[in-house]
């Protein structure tokens, strides 16, 4: 079974910088799009960014300015370089791969801690 890898996470102070990295433990196919969401304690998972096949990027309004997403979507590699970290970017990090014709992988998640 197909398996989306994280790494990155740790513990930072405001205004501090991580990059996070994921990759397929195995190639997958017909990507339409990879990226990331986060998902604080007591929050619903929320979009934070992704990148398309294309090579576009969106980004949610929250983190614009100050998340930047990369990789290559056909060899399922994905970052996300987190910049100027704020207590509120505190959360649960997850991969996601978007595939044609609705298809979708999730991994297990990096946690991002930031102090105040």
């Known amino acids: 079974q197909v398996q989306l890898l994280e790494s990155g996470g740790d513990l930072v102070q405001a205004g501090g910088s991580l990059r996070l990295s994921c990759a397929a433990s195995e190639r997958i196919f017909s990507v339409n799009s990879m990226g990331w969401y986060r998902q604080a304690p007591g929050k619903q998972r929320e979009y934070v960014a992704a990148i398309t096949r294309g090579g576009n990027t969106n980004y949610a309004d929250s983190v614009k300015g100050r998340f930047t997403i990369s990789g290559d979507t056909l060899k399922n590699m994905v970052y996300l370089q987190m910049n100027s970290l704020k207590p509120e970017d505190t959360a649960v990090y997850y991969c996601?791969?978007?595939?044609?014709?609705?298809?979708?992988?999730w991994g297990q998640g990096t946690q991002v801690t930031v102090s105040s």
């Open positions: 996601n791969t978007a595939t044609w014709p609705g298809g979708n992988y």
